[in-house]
């Protein structure tokens, strides 16, 4: 089979990213009409961010041929003021006046590459820790008792939060019978017999969610212009949730819904670890997950309930979206990447819709 990247039309990449662009403006305000909390993202090659005269000039990347540069130009102290810069994939550049600008504006500053990793999530007002919240986190992942009573609280919700999201976007069926059996069975055990360490934990709600996505399986999505440019047959429904590519985990996706939801979880990783850093806790000292120098663990344990969320956003998304193959590209290992301007807009809609989601798991602290 002959990747699509090697079939690829300049034309169709073209129509379908200035169709997926327009789509994008359509669903939220222009940019000469921000609201704040709104996000501004960008993407593709050859962004660039600087301080002209007091004010941040915005460019926009190309993503395809011809195409007209978007951009911005920002005021400080303006109500309308993105509450978010979130650069998706692509190249460009910017200034060290830059930060200082975002910092007084008190706008947040987020990085994705192309497999939907976080490389950098800078927040409104730096990273100055509350001793008294950090000294909670590490209390509570010290204490044994305390440690799993916030993590069987977390995984509670989470799957509370499935078991939503099955009865809202996914059709019965005798898989969807088994998952919501095995979710409340679930908990069940988590409310009258808890588990009593992390591995017990990991072992139940890996299980439950292995459950939850069967269900996903055989859900149709929408396709038009396959007689132009076929796709696998196996495009055409949700398939297993887990890459092909294991040894590089789910991040390498070789389906388009892995591939989305790979880019909805980052979105989702951004906001917490902003709301986590602005709010004066570690990212880094997890309570349920496991701390490492590389991982923002506890990041990691808020995002835990608001999975299902995301899901919810992104299974409403692809219910109502008609793709074209010129949305993906099929790399020559097999590899499935979606079009900058459909990650884009993934990312916007989520964005949008999480701000009033997130509940960050420190009240008592």
Request: overall charge positive; charged content about 25%.
């Amino acid at each position: 089979m002959m990747p699509l990247n090697e079939q690829h039309d300049d034309k169709d990449w073209a129509y379908r990213s200035k169709f997926l662009s327009n789509h994008l403006m359509s669903r939220s305000e222009k940019p000469t009409k921000l609201q704040r909390a709104a996000p501004l993202v960008l993407c593709g090659y050859g962004a660039s961010l600087r301080v002209h005269a007091g004010t941040l000039c915005v460019r926009n990347g190309f993503t395809y041929h011809p195409q007209k540069r978007e951009e911005w130009r920002l005021f400080p102290g303006d109500p309308s003021l993105p509450e978010r810069l979130v650069m998706v994939d692509g190249t460009g550049s910017l200034t060290f006046d830059v930060l200082d600008w975002l910092s007084k504006q008190q706008i947040s500053l987020v990085r994705i590459d192309w497999r939907g990793n976080v490389v950098t999530a800078i927040g409104d007002d730096g990273y100055t820790a509350n001793k008294f919240r950090v000294q909670w986190q590490q209390e509570t992942r010290d204490d044994p008792g305390r440690r799993m009573a916030f993590a069987n609280h977390l995984i509670t919700r989470k799957i509370e939060g499935c078991v939503k999201t099955l009865e809202k976007g996914i059709r019965r069926s005798a898989a969807w019978e088994l998952a919501m059996k095995r979710a409340y069975s679930d908990l069940t055990r988590l409310d009258v017999d808890p588990p009593r360490t992390i591995p017990e934990l990991r072992i139940l709600e890996a299980n439950s969610a292995a459950r939850y996505f069967r269900a996903w399986r055989g859900i149709p999505l929408k396709w038009k212009g396959t007689a132009k440019r076929p796709i696998p047959e196996q495009w055409r429904t949700i398939g297993p949730r887990t890459s092909p590519f294991s040894r590089a985990g789910n991040r390498n996706a070789g389906h388009p819904v892995t591939a989305m939801l790979n880019y909805a979880y980052t979105v989702l990783q951004s906001e917490v670890q902003i709301q986590v850093v602005t709010d004066g806790l570690d990212p880094k000292i997890g309570i349920m997950h496991e701390q490492s120098p590389s991982a923002s663990a506890f990041v990691f344990d808020v995002m835990e309930p608001l999975r299902a969320v995301v899901d919810r956003e992104l299974l409403l998304f692809i219910k109502n979206t008609t793709f074209d193959p010129s949305d993906f590209i099929l790399r020559s290992d097999g590899v499935c990447r979606l079009n900058p301007q459909l990650a884009r807009s993934i990312v916007s809609l989520l964005i949008k819709n999480l701000a009033k989601e997130i509940d960050v798991f420190y009240d008592h602290a």
